[in-house]
Nanobody
Framework: QVQLVESGGGLVQTGGSLRLSCTGS????????MGWYRQAPGKQRELVAA???????NYADSVKGRFTISRDNAKNTVYLQMNSLKPEDTAVYYC?????????WGKGTLVTVSS
């Protein structure tokens, strides 16, 4: 069974940066089609960044130019580099498949951006 563990969240001021990590365990885990989601208080979970075909990437308009998704196959880890953070980026961030069958959700990592 695949387990996802997100880390790297924290409290940062507006304009700051954070790098999130997501590591998957289990022999069935693959980094293909992995993405980052976020859920702000009172809002639905949304996909903000994802690998599409191969190493191609796609981003939500709200984060385009500020967030970058990357991966390290040897470490079974997907990253989300977040720059120029805004208060509206405050949310719990999760990783999971962006296409196909979803994996069990991890606990996420909380990102809080202060104004």
């Amino acid at each position: 069974q695949v387990q996802l563990v997100e880390s790297g969240g924290g409290l940062v001021q507006t304009g700051g940066s954070l790098r999130l990590s997501c590591t998957g365990s289990g022999s069935a885990f693959s980094l293909n089609n992995m993405g980052w989601y976020r859920q702000a208080p009172g809002k639905q979970r949304e996909l903000v960044a994802a690998f599409t075909w191969g190493f191609n990437t796609n981003y939500a308009d709200s984060v385009k130019g500020r967030f970058t998704i990357s991966r390290d196959n040897a470490k079974n880890t997907v990253y989300l580099q977040m720059n120029s953070l805004k208060p509206e980026d405050t949310a719990v961030y999760y990783c999971n498949k962006a296409r196909g069958s979803m994996l069990d959700w991890g606990k996420g990592t909380l990102v809080t951006v202060s104004s």
